[in-house]
């Protein structure tokens, strides 16, 4: 079994189709969500940007994980789901938005946005390497995701034969905005979206 966790910022249930039709239309988002998992009845430990995906990837309330808000630096020399599947023999990879201060700890491969990130030529931390990407910073996930998948894990789908080559878990973090995503990405809106601040 192969899993992809796709972890999207700064947007609601409602843009995304698989959930609610009323303001876009997400086909490709809505195919992944037909033929895996979707959360209708979900809850969160933590709201916030990094302390979220600080409960996720070690399960703990973010008063035991230690991440509590943005300020804090993530330790990641606790247990963490990736960690675990790399101990069942899954290659795993994290790509996009990470901002957990620290380097991430568990992945085979990671690609990460340093701090939140910017929307348009972002810097991201290639296994610790500084790089200045041009384009937009979702296209670019994707992309590097999409490599990743394609190119640079072990492309074998058993249990590894070959030490170094597992199954694959990927975790993509989009870095989406309501207010500065480009006119031109816009193309399966249902009219204009209302401005959330404004009635």
């Not at 992809?4 to 997400?26: G, K, P, W």
Request: aromatic share 12%; hydrophobic share 30%; proline share 6%.
């Amino acid at each position: 079994m192969n899993i992809l966790y796709i972890m999207c910022d700064d947007h609601s249930y409602q843009t995304v189709s698989a959930y609610d039709h009323r303001f876009i239309e997400t086909p490709n988002i809505d195919r992944i969500a037909n033929e895996g998992v979707r959360f209708t009845n979900s809850f969160v430990a933590n709201s916030l940007s990094g302390p979220s995906r600080a409960c996720l990837l070690t399960g703990k309330h973010s008063h035991k994980n230690g991440f509590t808000d943005n300020t804090k630096r993530f330790d990641g020399s606790q247990q963490t789901f990736p960690k675990l599947l790399q101990q069942a023999g899954y290659q795993t990879a994290v790509v996009g938005k990470w901002h957990l201060t620290s380097d991430p700890t568990g992945f085979d491969y990671w690609n990460i946005l340093i701090g939140q990130g910017d929307y348009y030529n972002p810097y991201f931390i290639d296994n610790g390497e500084k790089k200045q990407i041009e384009g937009y910073a979702t296209n670019i996930t994707t992309d590097l995701a999409l490599d990743w998948l394609d190119n640079k894990r072990c492309s074998t789908t058993k249990r590894p034969i070959v030490p170094g080559c597992r199954i694959p878990v990927i975790w993509i973090c989009m870095k989406m905005s309501f207010t500065r995503f480009p006119k031109h990405f816009m193309t399966n809106m249902k009219g204009v979206l209302p401005h959330p601040n404004r009635k």
